[in-house]
């Protein structure tokens, strides 16, 4: 088998390499049973056949000589998966050390090896990676491994390829009845998507990234670790280029019914996205690997920390439409990784300000119309809004705001929502940063006025009540803003009670942007409600009192009683739970019990509930 020229010939393709392996996993496990199966043998009687030691040492010996180490491994997988399964562990010892001495071998000295053989040394290695013991496993020259498994994983034509697949579907999206495009699940793209996703590295990619992983944290070669984030970059890449290419980029997820035909929505882009999905969960599980060794060991020097950061936060850019379709929150990896890249990137303010520099968006200042773009307008603000305690206040001014300026308005466009939620906390932490006190002074008004025009149209209700709690703590003191104008956190409270009479009834669509809540719909009257309440810990105790009453008062206007009740309830909350430092506290227990608190919550809502009867 292992000289046959229409196995390993030019021709070979990886299924016929993973047919090896399943040709001795099947020929181990059919022994085994045939062994269990044999009647007991009696005494002097010769035994009957090979015994399962005899026939796997001829087997060692057989693979042994000419042939290229490569071509041994998938015998030694197939025979380890074959024992494993019928419990057979006797021999595992054997096995696990001629597996490891045969992949390095064939990392070190196989000059004849090729592409289709690193595939197949990876798939090899992959199945039965779980069966190895922890000696075995670290006994693998990881060095050199890691190269070939990324090659193989994301540009191997049997596996993600950078994505090419991408490309080829255009040719295949026809327009069809009611001007709706119909990509086939006939056509020849998604015929080879299918092939794609069925193959054996795609298929397998999470146990590959797993695999990936443990080699990142075990290679002791620095240039490979660098290799590595430039190779993740350049896939990335690629990926975000052939999207950007491919006509299905130019529909927005919200319009997808309007262009799309049901087959593809319901067929045809379900695998294409599973495809994405598993090989952005596979960089991510990579990443998430190589940043635990990049905070947890001094391998990696603090020169390189910076750049490695850059590069990782660019790798997450440019895979954004895929985790921002999907969810960030999907996958704490992803989050570890995010979070991680931004708080070592902190700490070189020059460096933060190169990357903003270098993904901020194209045409700043003005709304783009493709979605990818949008998209990415999306990754900038969150990824900005971190670095504005750390950057300087002309950078904050010319790049953040500028970019962000476009997202306040109120154009009601909801492809946009999570944008303008976006864009509104990067305006409220440039705020909150001390050394922006100027830009807070001469900004401030006018952008409160933005976020009340904006609210329900573009702002939801999550957002507009962060908004304003941050606004009231920005402007209240010991702030230096509130030094200069006093009054300012009173206004913004006045604007929203007298709001509240005016405010509709009618339950507003649920935040889609916080995903995993299971919050309550809200009225536009019980938001700007809920709005009053979440503010009361940031007012001073000589406004506190007078703000209570108010608040309390407010909430007896809300129309439905079950928000009435909510209002009440979250008032209640805010009292007793530790929003309050202990002045405040002490002060609302006096308010509650003595002056009439109590009496104004509940009795108001006995009252309120008795006129709507």
Not at 173 to 182: N, R
Not at 373 to 400: G, M, S, W
């Amino acid at each position: 088998i292992l000289s046959a020229p229409a196995i390993w010939g030019p021709s070979t393709n990886l299924q016929i390499v993973v047919g090896v392996i399943d040709l001795f996993r099947s020929a181990s496990y059919q022994l085994c049973r045939r062994h269990e199966n044999l009647p007991t043998i009696k005494f002097n009687e010769a035994p009957r056949g090979l015994s399962l030691e005899t026939w796997t040492v001829a087997v060692l010996k057989g693979t042994e000589g000419a042939f290229p180490p490569s071509r041994r491994v998938p015998v030694l997988s197939g025979l380890l998966q074959g024992f494993h399964t019928r419990g057979r562990n006797r021999l595992s010892g054997t096995l696990q050390d001629e597996l490891v001495k045969s992949v390095n071998l064939s990392l070190r000295n196989d000059p004849r090896r090729t592409a289709v053989a690193d595939s197949g040394l990876v798939v090899a290695i992959c199945q039965v990676f779980d069966l190895l013991d922890m000696r075995a496993r670290q006994l693998v020259d990881h060095d050199l491994l890691l190269p070939i498994l990324i090659q193989a994983i994301f540009s191997s034509e049997d596996g993600v390829h950078h994505g090419y697949f991408l490309g080829t579907i255009d040719a295949d999206l026809v327009e069809g009845l009611g001007q709706k495009f119909d990509w086939s699940i006939r056509s020849n793209s998604f015929l080879q998507l299918q092939s794609t996703a069925s193959g054996p590295l795609v298929a397998d990619l999470g146990r590959l990234a797993q695999l990936a992983a443990f080699s990142v944290g075990h290679a002791a070669d620095l240039s490979t670790l660098k290799m590595l984030l430039q190779d993740l970059l350049s896939v990335s890449r690629s990926l975000c280029t052939q999207w950007r290419q491919n006509k299905l980029s130019e529909v927005d997820v919200s319009e997808e019914t309007m262009f799309l035909t049901d087959k593809s929505i319901k067929v045809s882009l379900p695998l294409l996205w599973r495809v994405l999905r598993s090989s952005m969960f596979a960089i991510v599980v990579i990443l998430a690997s190589y940043t635990g060794r990049l905070l947890g060991e001094k391998l990696i020097k603090k020169d390189d920390a910076s750049s490695s950061a850059i590069q990782m936060l660019k790798i997450l850019r440019n895979l954004y439409f895929i985790s921002s379709r999907l969810g960030i929150d999907s996958l704490s990896q992803y989050s570890f990784v995010y979070l991680a890249a931004i708080d070592i990137l902190s700490q070189y303010p020059m460096c933060a300000e190169v990357l903003l520099n270098e993904i901020q968006p194209t045409n700043a200042g003005a709304m783009p119309q493709h979605p990818l773009d949008r998209c990415q307008d999306i990754y900038f603000l969150n990824a900005a809004e971190h670095f504005t305690p750390i950057l300087d206040t002309k950078v904050a001014c010319n790049l953040l705001a500028t970019a962000a300026s476009p997202y306040l308005g109120t154009n009601g466009d909801q492809r946009s929502t999570e944008a303008f939620e976006a864009a509104h906390s990067v305006m409220l932490a440039i705020f909150a940063a001390p050394h922006n006190i100027d830009v807070t002074a001469s900004r401030i008004e006018e952008y409160i006025q933005l976020v009340f025009e904006g609210f329900p149209r573009s702002l939801s209700p999550r957002q507009i009540r962060l908004a304003i709690k941050q606004l009231v703590r920005l402007t209240s003191p010991p702030s230096l803003i509130a030094a200069q104008r006093p009054w300012l956190a009173s206004t913004i409270l006045e604007i929203v009670r007298c709001r509240i009479y005016g405010a509709s009834s009618h339950l507003l669509a649920n935040d889609s942007t916080d995903r995993g809540s299971n919050a309550q719909a809200l009225s536009e009257q019980a938001v700007l409600a809920f709005a009053l309440i979440d503010s009361l810990p940031s007012l001073q105790l000589d406004g506190l009192h007078d703000w209570l009453t108010v608040v309390a008062q407010s909430c007896q206007l809300i129309q439905e009683s079950s928000l009435r009740h909510a209002c009440n309830y979250r008032l209640w909350e805010v009292l007793s739970n530790g929003d309050m430092d202990v002045d405040r506290a002490a002060f609302c227990v006096n308010w509650w019990n003595t002056e009439g608190g109590r009496e104004m919550v509940l009795c108001g809502e006995e009252n309120a509930n008795g006129r709507g009867e």
